[in-house]
Structure formats: structure tokens, C-alpha cells
């Protein structure tokens, strides 16, 4: 009857009210992170996922937001522009997720930053450098350099810093190594530095560089630079060695991390590598004390990519402690960071934005030593 | 001149591997009329099944090379077995599909176990010291003006040659060779010969897996690294297409065929593709078109001489 | 026709009932199967859908012909980047000019199927899989090294989604002044005229289009706060609101302004250019390239009129609308109903007797070189569309999605549904990838024990891949095992049912029996037990 009726509906919202408020109030904060947890570039995955980790096992042990626990969602794209589409609408179409660290590869930035831009959610890369990046979107940020910088830098650390005249580019054809090769080849076209020749290969499907390392050693490169990413950095130096080809090796930031040097072993040593950020003597206090907090929780060294993830999960935070868990809000919050005062600092250095999203960093150049990156002997100032 | 020369003896360093393979290919297409796509899978797991013997079981290199041989050639056996005998009186479509399906199976599965990044041959020698294969036999170690022999070149060059004298050898001399003849020719008349057929075949299968396991061990010495689950499907299918070149069913003509595509793809490489100015990853094109110039103009292969199924 | 009135066929009827009222089940839809959302299941049907086009196709080489095709992703490839390539022309954008596109690209590939098939006419089954493969190779390597036309390995992305209809708003005009003067450097190189140019535009920003009612909060925000780009003087400027603007044309009657699209160089000068939208958010500054030519000129004031007329699209199709839904839908429909006729038809008769035996066939008169190539271009036309479709749900193409597996994908459709049965075709898809969507699906056990979770955390290698320790349990993880399982669906199809699941005379022999025999077989091979004759 009606009136049992009207009962059973009020004792159903006195049931719902009673429910204790603290149900509602736990309900974790949600992170989106993405990137490669498989596939050939997982090592820089390993990195990301730790770091990710320990900066928010920081926040929650600090008791979390507003009394909320912080959770990051892993999505992993293989370091594949179309696992990262799949990935991206994962995210975006999930509304608990209130930001998106990632992605590490340029080419599943540059395929998830349409998804991100229609769904109005912030995607803040700490890994990815081609120029394209945070073109087009006002929802696209990173907190290092562009693959323009990178490769003039690089083009003008081999001619003026170390004095060589002949250089041979080897780059991974996709938007990452090509992009870096292009940005690299132009300026050293300007500087006078000859590139006097340039192979491409398939990131894990070329394997034999055999026939590359004899093109540039027919060449007489002094210097050879490799555009890629560490596995198949790794496998060049290897057969360089094995070959009995002495010149030296530069690589690009992709080439940074421990993946290099177990596929490389010995081979590896001597290498030089640009990179946005570098632990070392002259680091600062909080980067050295996040270098000992890795070590302890995780068992292993951090490298660049976990200090920028660190940074980026740790400015996250900051974003959401100061403007709560909107979308939109946390996109002009990011925005706001407009100079080097109104900057963020971290452990990287400060990060701020200019109008496009993208963040200027210094380069720094690294020499690997005994299996270790520590700081080259050489910088350029 | 050094640059050929080097370039030759990547040409020929690679050849030598895809005869390895090609040999497999020949073997059991010309008894059971059968693609055995999932051979480069075996070629895959038997460089894994040497970088985990030498690795993390710490096995000397023979051991390696042999537990690899050991392994293949039983998981050659079990495919044959599990997969291929039942499908014998099936039409060739569907026994084609098996193949592919254990293919992926197999591809997969090595995945699972081993991961799905690719791992670098282990070294040979403690830290610092150097192995007999790294060791220059032939040539300085600065930069141009050099051609350089590493011990390793001259090890899996001269055990491709010994394992394809044995193999050419058994298939012409032997009891069992003969018996393989006779099986790739008739099985019907075969059996009523006596010859106990079944018993052929797994023997073939066996014998291609071990020299794919070979090869798989060769090329992880060689490349030194990006032994990953997906490394057997373009040698793979480049090595099938050596088979066919050279002739398909003819042992000699896979060898050849191995190291004409071997040439071909470093050639391409280094001669061609700066040349014509494009990029360097056409050289696999090369190799390919080669393959549908040979079918289109010769079906037999260069050395084949079957009759090619006339419908 | 018979069979049409049977259960699998009411069955089919059920489906078809339901995949029209889908995109409107909403909500409700979700209760019915609550492990999925709503937009989930929609996804999954609406891929589905597309594999049954592609399977439905490559069934008439495969099935009908009985010739292994492993390079079916080279049509797809072809058909998604052709369309592509045409769809993001302005040229190409006018009502219904997806179907054109579409239709170009399937010809396209059928074009190469012939091309593709016409070496092998006269060989085996096995030299067509192989050659198959090879051109599936090639295709790939030239999609990825010619990045002129496709992109290379990043492929092309931000390309207007599929438009069924365009409309045109207000033109707007723009009024460039020009004051031109001697340069102080003189004659240089760059600049033979010797003459420099101060432009200014009024106004010097526009809004091109209006924000709609049921913007985003986002941008609503942005479209209230938004003023014009800080810096870099006196330039124009125009900002799009409405999301779907497609292009805008623009046009000066001046003979010495050049305009130019913006990423190439400007066209002669007063000619109409188009700027294609693609990848241009709303409330994006577009700025078109507009210059003078100084060799026209010479000291003094100029004024010139510039004409926009943007246009707008209109009943966008994009992947998770109805509308893109209903599309895949009836091009499967048609698809198969194409494919029906012909297999009731001379030609399906003659594709079945090429693959019962070729040589039998031809001594009938049938010219089996001839029908092969009919079947390689209706599988080639159909994989062209089938890629189209692909592209135009993904809206982006690259290489990564377009790889040897797809293929693979396709033919396991086949093999599961019973190669050459249409009706299994249907089953097979929807069993093959049904079941490839839900093993990627996470399933979470949940409330289990520490020392589980310690055993899982500590494990390696398979244990590691598949599952993960959450907060609220362990994730088992099936995702990355789903060619493990097509493998040997493949394998075990083959050996025990190679009729597929749905075979044409009933079931064939009772799957218990059947196995039981088999291993008594086994067991009798490995020890000898046998009396019959082994081999031949």
C-alpha cells in the first residue's frame, strides 16, 4: 500500500544517511600513470613504476590528502603509439583519475594528447622530448627539455667541447630517434660539423648492426651517435666492440638508464649520454636524500627518468593539495607556472611552463663508468 | 676494399645463419610437403635455451650449445608428434593453419617465461678478460683500413660448414638418409619397403630443430643481444625464402639459398640503399623481392628439381 | 537457402535484434552484464563487427578458395592509409564522402589482391602463403620508411573524424593594411626588392564560430578568459569554438597578397587556399599564413580585403557514437549479404570445386586462374574497407596497429566458425574476439592471504606476468596470454574440429570419444602397442 510504501523509502534514505561518512571520505585520489611496462623500453618502465611508487607512499605516510589516500592507476603502452590510444581513452573516459603522469615515449605522448585534450585532462609527460609534444593542447605538459635543444646541444658538444670534425648517425626510426636526428643534423649542418652518413634501424626488429658500424667506420666517423632508445643502443656498442671499433659513442637521453649498461656490459663504458638530469657530487640535498630513499626501498639506484617522475608525481600532489581533484582546475594550476619564481621545485631543478606546456632544463652530459653514470669530465657550459 | 671485405664477411656471417634455418625448412617440406612456420620459433627458443644455460645455469659455452641442441631437437620431436601427425591426411590448408598456430603458441610462450624483453647473450669470459671469439684472428682493432676476423666468425662459420657436410653426407651415405629419400619421394612405397615412416619423420624434425638451435646460439654469439620472443619471425620467413630460392626440398640448395639472401641483405645494405638514397631497412625488401622474382621465373628454386603440383 | 528458418539462424536474427537497440540500452544495458560498462560492451560488439567484415572477406579466398592468405593485413594497411590520405584533403570532404573514400580504397586493394596473387596463379597453395607474407612485408616497410606520404612510424594522427555532412557559416572579413618602405640594408639576397613591409590587421583577432550550449566546462572556461596570444605584434589570428570545424577557405582579391595553408609554402599570389582543422582543438589560434609579395610593390600604403569562409562538420561519426555504430553495422550487413550471393552464385560454385580439387576443376572448364583473381579482388576490396573502418574507429594509423597478428586475428575467426561457412564466419568472430576482449579484462580475487600475496610478489616469470598484487587483492591478469590461447585454439581447431564450431553437416564426431581415442593412440605410438602399420 502506499503508505508501506512511503516507509520503505524513508527507512532506505535513513539507511543510505547512516551509512558512516568516513565510507565516503576514504575514497582514494587517483593518479593515471602511463607507460612502457613491457615490451623492449620496460627497464625505463621499472624506473617510472618505482618512483611513482615511493612518491606516493611518501604522501599516503604523511596521511594523504585532505585525509584521502593517493592510488596511481598503471596503464601500460608497450611503448606502442596505439596501446597508448588504448590506454589514453582508459584513462580519460575513467573520472576518478584526476591527472595523467605519462606518457615516457614521445610517440604515445603524441597519440594519447588528442584523447587527453577532448576529455580535458592534464597529461604530464616526464620523459617525453620531440618537439610536437605539447603542441596543440592546452592540457599537455613536461617537466624537461625538447629534442631541438637536445640535438643542437649535442651537435655542439662534439664539435666544440670534444673537437671532432666527423660524426655517423644512427637513430630509431620513429618520432622520438628521428625527430632527435633531424633537430641534430640541422644544427650540426650549421656548425660545420660533418655528418658524413646517417642509417636508420627498427626499434626491435633491426638486430644487426653490423653492416651500420662498417658504413661508419668506411666513413671515418670519429663519433658515433646513436638517436635511440637502450636496448639496441646497448646491442651497437656491443658489436662495435666486438667488431674492433674504437670511436667514441654519444647517445641521446633514450640511451640513459640501466638497460644500457647490462645489454652493453663493457662495451658501454666510455659512452657519453645527454640527459636531462644527472645524480652526482654536485646534486642537491633533496636529490641525494631521494637517491638513498630509492636505494633503501627498491634495492637499486635511481636514474633520470625516476627523478623526473618523482618530480612529476610530487608537483601532482602539490597541484591537488592546492586546488582539489578537478580536472580543469588542475590543468590552470599547472598553467599558472609561468616563470622560474612561480616555478616548482624539485628535485630536478624548477619546472615551469611557458604558453605551449613546455618546460626548458638544462642538458647535462654523462659518461658511463664501471656499469654507472656519473657526471663527464667535460661539460658544456 | 676493406669495407667489402668486411661487409662480406657480415654477408656471409649472416648467410651462414640462415642456412642453419633454411636447412629445416628444406628438410621437412620435402618429406612432409609441409611449411613449418613454426621453425623460426624453435630458432628462437634455442638462443634462449643457450643464454639461460650459460647464464643462469653457468654452463660453459659447449654446454650451452649443446643443452640448446638438446632442447630443440626434443621440442622438434613434440611438434611433429603433437601437432603435425595428426594432421597428415588433412588438406594442406589446414595442416598450414596448424603451423601457424603453434607458431604463435610457441612465440607466446616464450614470452611468458622468459619475459618480454630481450636479453643479451651473456659473456663468455670474466670481466675484463678475452674470450677466444672475441679475440681478432685476422686484423687490427683501430678504425678504417682494417678487416677484422673475431674468433667467433671463425667458429660459427667452420661449425656451419661441418654440420652441413654431416647433414649432406647423412642424407646421401646413410641407411637413414636413404630411408629419407625414399619417404620425401613416396611415403606409400616407403612403408611398403619396410621403412618404419614414421620413425623418418620425427628423425627429420629433429634434425632441422638441432641446426635451428644451432643457429639460434650462433646468431645470439654474434648479434650479442636482442634475444627477445619475436626474433625467429623474420629470419624465419627470410629463411623459408631461402629454402625456396634455392630450391625447395633440396638441402644444397637451401645452404645457397641461405647465403644468397645473406648477401643480398647486407648488400642491400650497404651498396644499395645508399645508392639509391632510401633507407636502410629496404634491404629485407630486397631479399623478399628475390623471392617473388625467383617464383615468378624459376618455382623450382635454382638447385630444384621436384615437380611443382601442377594445379 | 536452406538453414535460414533453423535455430542458429533465429539465433541471428536475436543478435541482429539486439545490436540495433544497443547503443540505446544506456544504463539498463549495463545491469545486463555487470562485469562490463555499457560503452565497453558497446566497443567490443562494434569491433566485432568490423572483424566480421574482414573475416567475411578473407573467408573467400581462405574458406571459399581454400588458399592460405597470411598477409590479409596488407589490405587492411593499404585501404586505412589510403583513406586516410584522401578522407584529410578538403577536397575530399563533402556530404557522404566517406562511402567514396571508403569504395577508392577497396579498390585499391583489390587492385593490388590481383597484382598480389597473379605470380601464383599457376603454383601451390603453399608458394601463395609465402608470397602472402612476403608482400605483407614489403607493404609494411614501405609504410614505414616513406614518411612523406604515411607518416612513417608515428604514423598519421589528427585527422578529422568521419563527417556524414558539412555546413557552411558566415564569412568574415579581415582588412590588411600595408605600409611598405625602402629597406635601410638595401638590396640583399634575401631580399632582392630592397623594400620591407609593416602589416597590420583589422581586426586582429576573430572567432569563427560560437561556443555551443553543451560545451565543456573547459572550455567554457577557456572561450571566457580567453585573450590574444601575448607578444609578436600585429598579426591575424582566428579561433575556432566550434569543435567541428572542418576548414576554412580564404581568399584576397589583391594580386600581391600570398596566402598559404600555414606548414607549406604560400600558393601564387590571390589564389583561395584551404586550411584543413584537423588536430585543431577548440579554441585554438589558427593562424593562416598571409604575405605580400614585395616584388609587386613599391613605397607607399596598400589595403587589401581577406575573405574567410569557414565550414563546419556536421553528424560526426566518431567512435562510441550510435551513429558510427549503425555505419559498421550496415557495412557488415551489406558485406554480408555480398558475400551470401556469391556463394549461392556460378562463382561460389566455382571457388568451391578450385578447392576441392584444381585440376578436376579446370578439366570442367573452369577457368581457375580467372575466378582466383575474382576472389583476390573481392578479398582485397573488402580488407580495404575493412582497414577504412579501422582507421576511421582509432583515428590515428600507424604501423603498430596494422602488424602480422592482425592477420592472424582474422584467419582464427575463420578457422573457428569452419572454414567456408558463412553462418560460422559470424559464430567465430564473435566467440574469437569476444573471447580476446574478455581476457583482457582484469579479474580480481579478492580478500586473499598475505602469504599468497608474498608468493606472488617473490615469483618470477610466468607467475609474474599474469598476475599483480593489488590493494584489495590479486589481479590475475589474462591480457598479454591472448595469443597464447589463439595458438592453440588454432592448433586444437585444426586437429579436432576442423569443421569450426558450427560445421555445415551437423557436428561430425563427439568431441569425448574422439579425444579419448586420440590419446589411446598416443599412449599406443609412444609404447609400441600399435599392430597396424605405422606412416604413409
Redesign the interface.
Known sequence: MKSSRTFLGLAALAALAALPLSLWAAEPIRLGVAGPFTGSGAMYGVMIRNAATLALEEANAAGGIGGRPIEAEYGDDEGKNDKAVTVAKKFATDQRICMVIGHFNSTCSLAGKPIYRDAEVVQFSPGSTNIHVCEGSDYTFRNLYRDDYQGAFMADYIKKTLGLERVAVFFDNDDYGKGLKDAFVARAQAIGLQVVTVQDYVREKTSDFAPLLDLARNAQAQAIFISGLYAEAGTIVKQAREKGIRTQFLGGDGVFGPGFTEIGGEAANGTLITTPFLFGPSSSEAAKSFAKRFKERFGREPDTWAALTYDAVTMALDGIRAVGTDRNDLRDWMAGHTSREKGFKGITGVTYFDHNGDCLKPVMVAVVEGGRFVPAPKQME | MDFFLNQLLNALLLGGIYALIAVGYTLVYGIVKLVNFAHGEVYMIGAFLGVVAISSLGLPFWAGLALAVLGCGLLGLLIEYLAYRPMRQAPRLAALITAVGVSLFLQNLAMLVWGSEPRAFPALAPSGEEHFFQRAILGGRDGAGAVFIPGKFVFIWSITLALMLLLDWTVQRTTIGKAMRACSLDKGAAALMGIDVNRVISFTFVLGAAMAAVAGVSYGLYIGSQIGFRMGVYPGVIAFSAAVLGGIGNLRGAFLGGVIMGLVEVGARAYLCPWLEISGGYSVAFAFAILIGVILVRPTGILGSSAVDRS | MSGWRSRSAQFLLALLLFLLALPWLGPAGAELLPATGH?RLMEVCLLILIYVILALGLNVV?GFT???D?GYVAFMTVGAYTSVLLYRQPEWQFTGSFFVVAFIAGLHCALWGVLRGA??L??????Y???T???A??VF??V??E?WLTG????I??YPPIALSYQEAPARQVELRLRVSPDPRGSTPENPSGLTAEPSFTPQDLWLGELSPDA????R??YERSSP??GAGPELRFRNWDGQMAFVELEAQAPWVVLGSGVIDGESPGSAVQIPME???P??FLKPLIYWDLALLSPGEYRAEIRLEPRFARQVLKDGTPGFFYLVLLLALITLGAVTLLHHSRLGRAWAAIKA???SA?SCGIQ?GGEKMIAFAFSGFVGGVGGSLMAFK???V?T??FD?WSS?VV?CCI?LGG?GNIRGVLIGALCFIGLGELLREPYLFAGVSDSTRAWVENSG??VK??LSVK?EGVELNLA??R??F??????LF??FR?GGLLPPGGRGKPLLPELRQ?LTALAG?LFHLRKD????
Open positions: 560503452g581462405v581454400g588458399l592460405l597470411l605470380p601464383t599457376r603454383l601451390t597453395g603453399d608458394y602463403a609465402i608470397v607474407l612476403a608482400f612485408e614489403i616497410l614501405l614505414l620508411n614518411s612513417g612510424p608515428s604514423g594522427k589528427g565543456s566546462p573547459g572550455l572556461r577557456r596570444d601575448s588536430g585543431r582543438e579554441g585554438a580439387d584444381p585440376v579446370r581457375v582509432f583515428l590515428i600507424s603498430n596497429i602480422f592472424i584467419l578457422v572454414m616469470g610466468i606476468q599474469i590493494e598479454r596470454t595469443y597464447l589463439f595458438g592453440l585454439i588454432l592448433v585444426m586437429i576442423p586420440r605410438d602399420p605405422p606412416g604413409a
